[in-house]
C-alpha cells in the first residue's frame, strides 16, 4: 500500500497568511489529490495536482486561493493563500496506491491530514 | 449533478448487534465504488467494489454493490467498541472519488 506524509500535522495561522502543506508517497503514483474535511462533514475534492502540468481544480476552487505543485511523481504541495477563518478544515493529501496482493490492484489512500486552524 | 447519499447518517448500537449502512448513488460514468473508515483521522480503505453481487468480506465486514439498483450495503456483525467510526462510501468517476456525507456509528458497551 502507498504510505502517505504530510507536513505539517498541524498549525494555527493568522488571518491573511498563506500556509503549505507538503505531501509525500513512498512510491510513485500516477494520480495525486488535495481534499478538504470541515468540521463534522464529509470530504470534498479541492484538486487533482498533475504532474508536470497545471492542477484540475473543482467548481469553487480556484488557483489564486489554492496554488499546487507536483514536481515530481512522489510529491505535491497545497498552498492555503490569504487565509480567512472559513478555511480552518483538515486537508488530506490522497494518492492511489498498490493494493496487496498485486492482483487486487490499486486504490485510493489518504494522508494523515493537516489541521488547519485560521484566527 | 453526480451525488451520493448514505444513510443513516448516525447510528448507535450496542456491543454485539449487527448494523447495516446503505450508499446510493448517481453517477455519469461510474468505475467503483469504496467503503473508508474514518476515526478522528485520516480515512482507512476497507473495500473496492467494482462487480454487482459479489460479496467482499474482512473478518465481521462485509460489503455488495448492486449495480443495477445503484446502491451498496456495508455490514458489521457482532459490532465492537471499536467499530465506532464514521463511515464513507465514495465512488470512483471521471478519474476522481466523489464521498457521501458519512455514516457516523456509535457503539456502546
Known amino acids: 500500500s502507498a504510505v502517505i506524509s504530510q507536513k505539517p500535522s498541524r498549525d494555527i495561522c493568522q488571518r491573511g497568511t498563506s500556509l503549505t502543506i507538503q505531501c509525500q508517497v513512498d512510491?510513485?503514483?500516477?494520480?495525486m489529490f488535495w481534499y478538504r474535511q470541515q468540521p463534522g462533514q464529509s470530504l470534498t475534492l479541492i484538486a487533482t495536482?498533475?504532474?508536470?502540468?497545471?492542477?484540475?481544480?473543482e467548481s469553487g476552487f480556484v488557483i489564486d486561493k489554492f496554488p499546487i505543485s507536483r514536481p515530481n511523481l512522489t510529491f505535491s504541495t497545497l498552498t492555503v493563500s490569504n487565509m480567512s477563518p472559513e478555511d480552518s478544515s483538515i486537508y488530506l493529501c490522497s494518492a492511489w496506491g498498490q493494493r496487496e496482493p498485486v492482483l487486487a490492484g490499486e486504490t485510493q489512500y489518504f494522508g494523515p491530514g493537516t489541521r488547519l486552524l485560521v484566527l | 449533478e453526480d451525488k451520493v447519499v448514505q444513510s443513516p447518517l448516525s447510528l448507535v448500537v450496542h456491543e454485539g448487534d449487527t448494523v447495516t449502512l446503505n450508499c446510493s448513488y448517481e453517477v455519469t460514468n461510474f468505475r467503483s465504488l469504496l467503503w473508508y473508515k474514518q476515526e478522528k483521522k485520516a480515512p482507512t480503505f476497507l473495500f473496492m467494489l467494482?462487480?454487482?453481487?459479489i460479496e467482499k468480506k474482512s473478518g465481521r465486514l462485509s460489503s455488495i454493490l448492486d449495480k443495477k439498483e445503484l446502491f451498496s450495503i456495508l455490514n458489521i456483525t457482532a459490532t465492537q467498541t471499536g467499530d465506532s467510526a464514521v463511515y464513507l462510501c465514495?465512488?470512483?468517476?471521471?478519474?476522481?472519488?466523489?464521498f457521501g456525507q458519512g455514516t457516523e456509528l456509535s457503539v456502546k458497551p
Open positions: 467494482t462487480s454487482s453481487g
Open positions: 495536482a498533475n504532474q508536470g502540468s497545471e492542477a484540475t481544480y
Open positions: 465514495a465512488v470512483f468517476e471521471g478519474g476522481k472519488l466523489i
Open positions: 512510491s510513485q503514483v500516477t494520480m
